[in-house]
């Protein structure tokens, strides 16, 4: 089995973590990159295979070089450091004074959890973040990555953004290699970013929980809303661990209310047109020197960020006024489909707790 070779600082908790930082499966594969959770950290760990004459190794030795940290924005930073010393772990084994000098030079103290609930210490994901980083990011940080998800998703993306904005439970399985499916995972929580002040204080946090195998099903079970990949597809039969399972482009629900999300209506069409009509003029002013501030990764999350600001600010006003009607008027006002889009309203007002009537017909003949 798997195994924790050596670590700094010695005395921190990393159980489990050599099933984390190395995916079932990986054997089969040269390298990989994997993003997971542990506790309330995030981590990185690069995977290299290299073959050898050992009988003792049978023939592979197979090692992941990881970095814990409490935010996984800056993580990809340090993905050529890594990369490297599992190369060099794996040709030089035992060396690790160049992971000893990294540990001195970025190591933080961690904040003291103990006896202290993680509700009070929320992870966030900065969108805003790329901004002022760009044009650093590449393919190699997860945000860097949101036009090719988009394109591999296509108009699925659609039926993936209300799944993660009502805070469902998303797997996503694939298998190795998975830093890409890891991107995934990442990309799926930003389509439900909202920045309207003082929305849904008791809306459960979308958590992005990356990698994860059977060693964390108990902690699963106890998740409420979650996004998060695997490479074992034995998960696929525990269905009381998800709400959604994606494998592949193919996004699937067990949960019989949930099934009219699944389907594409022409309200989603449009807004996948408006995307890519959008993108094609962010290409076109690059081309022609006009705008190099801008980027592909921003476009996506602020336009998913207004689409999602425009809903709830809606249905804010419609709960703030005296008749509290939501009607068909208001719902392309929100760029929905009145009635493709109704079972996805009727469980946008319960998760978020808004109280409005919705008076949407649902015609038995059109």
Known sequence: GNMVEWCLPQDIDLEGVE??????GSHKIQSDF???RKGLCFGLACFANMP??????RGARMKSVGILSPSYTLLYRYMHFLENQVRHQLEMPGHYS?????????????????????????????????????????????????????KFFGEQILVLWKFALLRKRILIFSPP??????????????????????????VPESKPFFYVNVADIEMLETEVSYVACTTEKIFEEKRDLYDVYVDNQNVKTHHEHLQPLLKINNADKEKYRRLNDQRQMLMYSQEVGEDCSSCEEDLFILFFMEQNNRIFQTLMEVSASQDKTLTADHARGMGLDPQGDRSFLMDLLE?????????????CCT
């Not at 050898?52 to 190794?57: A, F, G, H």
């Not at 003291?112 to 509700?119: N, R, Y």
């Not at 973040?129 to 044009?135: A, F, T």
Request: aromatic letters at 12%; glycine letters at 8%.
């Open 19 to 24: 099933f984390k930082s190395m995916a079932s």
């Open 34 to 36: 994997i993003y997971f």
């Open 52 to 57: 050898v004459e050992s009988e003792l190794e």
């Open 98 to 150: 160049h992971l000893e000098a990294f540990y001195d030079d970025k190591k933080g103290v961690l904040p003291d959890t103990k006896g202290t609930p993680t509700s009070q210490q929320p992870v966030h994901w900065l969108p805003s973040i790329h901004r002022y980083m760009y044009p650093e990011m590449k393919i190699t940080h997860p945000a860097g990555c949101m036009s090719q998800f988009i």
């Open 177 to 202: 290699p998975v830093g890409v499916v890891c991107y995934r995972v990442y990309c799926c929580c930003c389509l439900a970013n909202v920045s309207l002040p003082g929305l849904g204080g008791t």
């Open 351 to 363: 998760v978020y707790g808004i109280d409005v009537m919705l008076v949407i017909d649902n015609p």
